[in-house]
């Protein structure tokens, strides 16, 4: 699986739009790109995942760049609550490790009031 | 509600003192996970199971061993922990392929 490289730490007003930047620029045809994130010390937390177009849910918006060597991932409103590490994983959707998720250090998401 | 289930949260054990960390999920998943959370080290891979009775190694599997004899279950076994492993640990499910990952609620164990 490709590698991904996230910044340490980020701030955000609540209210205010978050955007947090992630770099896999060796990523290949096949793979992935997926959002989890972890509240202090509770179990990962699925948010989005897309593979080259931009993606919307209920909770964030995805976007990837046309040559998918970045994407970022935006929650629109930040509240309090999202406060969390945030971990972008790249990962081929088959194979024989298709479940598996690698995890990077991530990046620490402070919502301030 | 879909969910996994770890058991217990918290363990204080002591060295060489087997254990068993329950996991369950009721989501009908075939594939099922161990995870361990270290400072600095992050999560990393015990061991896997893409169904039942097919279990293997993650990044990280010396001193554990894992079972699947039923879909729903997949215990983490420690036959004789030691103090490396203490440790924060996820258990976590998903369906063949599917995109989404659950993960429990962690737990926490301390070898003394």
């Known amino acids: 699986d490709a590698k991904t490289t996230q910044p340490t730490s980020m701030d955000c007003a609540e209210g205010r739009a978050a955007n947090l930047p992630c770099n896999h620029s060796t990523i290949s045809g096949n793979e992935y790109v997926y959002w989890y994130r972890q509240i202090h010390s509770q179990g990962p937390q699925y948010i989005i995942h897309?593979?080259?177009n931009n993606e919307t849910n209920e909770m964030a918006s995805l976007i990837i760049t046309e040559d998918r060597k970045s994407s970022t991932l935006i929650l629109p409103h930040a509240t309090l609550r999202d406060t969390a590490v945030y971990y972008c994983?790249?990962?081929?959707?088959?194979?024989?490790?298709?479940?598996?998720?690698?995890f990077g250090q991530g990046t620490i998401l402070t919502v301030h009031p | 509600e879909a969910q996994v289930t770890q058991n217990p949260r918290y363990l204080i054990t002591v060295t060489g003192k087997k254990l068993t960390v329950t996991c369950s999920q009721n989501?009908?998943?075939?594939?099922m996970s161990w995870y361990r959370q270290d400072p600095g080290l992050g999560l990393r891979q015990i061991y896997y199971?893409?169904?039942?009775?097919?279990?293997d190694k993650g990044d990280v599997p010396e001193g554990y061993k894992v079972s699947r004899k039923e879909k729903r279950n997949f215990p983490l076994i420690l036959e004789s922990p030691s103090p490396n492993q203490t440790s924060l640990y996820f258990c976590a499910s998903s369906f063949h392929g599917g995109p989404e990952a659950f993960f429990g609620q962690g737990t926490r164990l301390t070898v003394v």
């Open positions: 199971s893409m169904n039942v009775e097919v279990t």
């Open positions: 989501m009908n998943h075939e594939y």
């Open positions: 994983i790249v990962r081929s959707a088959g194979g024989t490790s298709y479940g598996k998720l690698t």
């Open positions: 897309g593979l080259k």
